[in-house]
Every structure is written in C-alpha cells, then in structure tokens.
C-alpha cells in the first residue's frame, strides 16, 4: 500500500522560500502512470491545487501560483519536492502530496494522500 | 478556469437522515468529478470517482450522480461517522484541477 509523508520546516519567514519534500513508500515514484501533487488548505479554508510533477518530470503549475512554485523529483529518494517562493502570510496552510491516479478517460483523482504539515508564514 | 460551487455550505442533520449536497461546474466537466470526505485534522478521503462510482471500501449508502455540470453527493442514512466535511473536486481541466468549496455536515 503506497503511502506518502510530507517533511519541511513549519515555519517560514515572510519573503523567504518555503521548500517541502513528500517521500513516497510502498512503491517507486517511478512506476505506473501517476502524478505526484502538492495541495494547500488554510486553516478553515477549502483544497487549492498547487501543482503536480509525472515521472518524466513533466510539470503543471496552478495559474494563480506559477510564477512562485517550482515542483521537482528525485526518482533515487523516492520523493518529490516543492519550493514556494517569497511566501507571505497568505501562505499559511497545511500543504499536502498526493497521488494522482488517471482513469481512461484521463480524469485524475487522489486516492493516496500524506497526512499533511501545517507550514506557518511569520517573522 | 472552471469553478465548483457547493451548496449548502453546511447542513445541519440527525442520525438516519438522508443529505444531499449539490457540486455545479461553471462549464461542463462531462462525468469528470469527484468527492471527497475531510475530518478534522485528517487528510481528505476520495468517496466517489468519476461522478457516481464508488471507491472501493467505502460504504453503499453513500453514492454520487450528474453530469455536465450539475453533480450531487447523497447520503442514504447519516452515520455518526459521516459528520465531517465534503468536497468535490473537478478532475479534467487539463492542466488544472480545482475543489468546490466544502460542505460541512453536522449534528442537529
């Protein structure tokens, strides 16, 4: 059974870059058709998609965030990373990684999830 | 990009009850929507896939329909342990998938 853990600082300095990393056990990152994610959820707030990464490294960003993230893999560690750059308050939230399965009809759907790490913006 | 509205925002229901909360796309997203479960300090739970499919393990009385852009979640017979929050979740706007804003289910 895949299972996902995110790690990172939980807490980041207004400006600076917020960097997380997700490592993946029970199978490798590398196999099967699948798409790693990253998604945000502020404290009583609703799931922003930040970005997903495939296996050939291959990325797509949310528009709303794309000149701030970058999503990277290492297929050695088994994990995949995210940066997140100039962070502000607006920032804080529990991110998340997942996994996203396709269906034939390409739909994606995250079945496998982390648990999730609060990341609080604050000097 | 295409935007999921849920409604209610919360709904307040008993044991036994039978609840429905509705996801609308503001363009037709075919069948490619999902629904998720959320508790407290837990990640989200897929439920239902592909607007009326049921992810394996999860129970019969929950069940999905629509299409397009009108999707509903039902619940046949509240459990106590169905008290928590639903999303759904557009699955096909290539690049970019977008959640509704959650409903929240809670004790009468």
């Known amino acids: 059974q895949v299972q996902l853990q995110e790690s990172g600082p939980g807490l980041v300095k207004p400006s600076q870059t917020l960097s997380l990393t997700c490592t993946v056990s029970g199978g490798s990152i590398s196999s099967g058709s699948y798409y790693w994610s990253w998604i945000r959820q502020p404290a009583g707030k609703g799931l922003e998609w930040i970005g997903r990464?495939?296996?050939?490294?291959?990325?797509n960003y949310n528009p709303s965030l794309k000149s701030r993230v970058t999503i990277s893999v290492d297929t050695s560690k088994n994990q995949f990373s995210l940066k997140l750059s100039s962070v502000t308050a607006a920032d804080t939230a529990v991110y998340y990684c997942?996994?996203?399965?396709?269906?034939?009809?390409?739909?994606?759907?995250?079945?496998?999830w982390g648990q999730g790490t609060l990341v609080t913006v604050s000097s | 990009d295409i935007q999921m509205t849920q409604s209610p925002s919360s709904v307040s229901a008993s044991v036994g009850d039978r609840v429905t909360i509705t996801c609308r796309a503001s363009?037709?997203?075919?069948?490619?929507l999902a629904w998720y479960q959320q508790k407290p300090g837990k990640a989200p739970k897929l439920l239902i896939y592909a607007a009326s499919s049921l992810q394996s393990g999860v129970p019969s009385r929950f069940s999905g329909s629509g299409s397009g852009t009108d999707f509903t979640l039902t619940i046949s017979s509240l459990q106590p342990e169905d008290f928590a929050t639903y999303y759904c979740?557009?699955?096909?706007?290539?690049?970019?998938?977008?959640f509704g804003g959650g409903t929240k289910v809670e004790i009468k």
């Open positions: 990464i495939y296996t050939s490294g291959s990325t």
């Open positions: 363009q037709g997203i075919s069948s490619w």
């Open positions: 997942a996994r996203g399965d396709r269906d034939p009809t390409l739909a994606e759907y995250f079945q496998h």
């Open positions: 979740q557009q699955a096909n706007s290539f690049p970019l998938l977008t």
